[in-house]
């Protein structure tokens, strides 16, 4: 489990984190989201000892980071997929972190298995793409098959088969009851991987909660609506002063709920094949929600 508690990073005058208090529990996945500038690789790297807090405090299962002297048995993290030496083999860079975390040799090969990097053991990483980096980065995760695992953006780089694995990984990881908490700007996968979520603007935290909750925030409600008379109901509509987009037989309404749209179909006489209310997506929800956080909009006038 993490837990962050009034967790505080000033750097001279500007302020990364502030009074920043979630916990991420064991047996989810947990997404980590905001804007650009929100905090989150601040607060990882707190989260990991790789930078001092100004104040407040993290633990992971109850103590620092920087406690435990065999960290990747406790804690694994992909934070940059980049940052490993590439004239370093794969197998060699892995064999080195195993050795210093007195890890078994044998774990090598089951998480270069793992992640699909098998026949690319003896090869040199500066030849990886980056999606082979990105499996690299989460084969040095798995490796001390630790109880608590952070990802920084993970899929970055990866195909289609390799996002599906990716997203069935994680949930594994959750299953087997352990606490898995990933920072992604990607969110439709979000969506599709995650079931709670931290979200923090201005290195505040915005929400923590599940990922249903969330998404029930976003106030851009719309009912599905096909009938073959669409042209007599969007009359019908307009009159009652909703907000339409149509396509075909298919209309889009706002401004009038699904009951009362289905009661004036029924009062002139109008067939509807379909009536479904549909809720915000987490990426509705998350604009929505983050509007008054993002620090860099394009399109704004630049200072001269």
Same mark, same amino acid.
């Given at each position: 489990? /993490? ?40 607060? %990882? ?14 633990? &992971? ?41 007195? &890890?078994?040799?044998?774990?090598? +090969? ?14 040199? &990483? ?11 980065? /989460? #084969? ?11 990802? +920084? ?46 979200? &923090? ?10 990922? #249903? ?7 851009? %409600? ?7 008379? #669409? ?29 009362? /749209? ?8 109008? %067939? ?33």
């Amino acid at each position: 489990m /993490i837990e962050v508690n009034e967790l505080t990073k000033r750097y001279g005058d500007k302020t990364a984190v502030k009074n920043l208090s979630f916990t991420v529990r064991p047996g989810h996945v947990t997404g980590f989201l905001g804007p650009n500038g929100a905090g989150k690789s601040t607060t %990882l790297r707190l989260l990991l000892g790789l930078n001092e807090p100004t104040g407040g405090s993290v633990t &992971i299962d109850g103590s620092p980071f920087r406690d435990r002297p065999r960290g990747l048995r406790h804690v694994g993290a992909l934070l940059d997929a980049g940052d490993v030496h590439g004239g370093r083999r794969a197998a060699a860079h892995l064999h080195a972190l195993a050795r210093g975390n007195r &890890i078994p040799r044998a774990r090598v +090969d089951e998480v270069l298995r793992e992640v699909g990097l098998a026949g690319a053991a003896r090869r040199r &990483i500066g030849g990886f793409s980056l999606g082979m980096r990105q499996r690299l980065g /989460i #084969a040095t995760a798995l490796l001390g098959d630790p109880p608590v695992l952070l990802f +920084d953006e993970p899929l970055n780089g990866l195909d289609p088969e390799g996002v599906k694995w990716v997203r069935g990984l994680f949930r594994r990881l959750a299953a087997d009851g352990r606490t898995v908490f990933v920072s992604s700007h990607l969110m439709s996968e979000m969506e599709n991987t995650v079931d709670q979520l931290v979200v &923090i603007g201005r290195g505040e935290l915005i929400a923590a909660e599940s990922l #249903a909750a969330f998404a029930a925030r976003g106030t851009r %409600l719309s009912v599905t609506v096909r009938t073959p008379d #669409a042209l007599k109901l969007t009359d019908v509509l307009n009159a009652e002063g909703a907000v339409l987009e149509a396509d075909g037989e298919a209309l889009t309404v706002t401004g009038v709920p699904a009951p009362r /749209i289905g009661e004036l179909a029924l009062q002139h006489r109008v %067939l509807l094949h379909e009536l479904t209310t549909r809720t915000a997506s987490l990426e509705e929800a998350f604009m929505e929600l983050t509007a008054d956080s993002v620090e860099y909009l394009a399109g704004e006038p630049q200072p001269r």
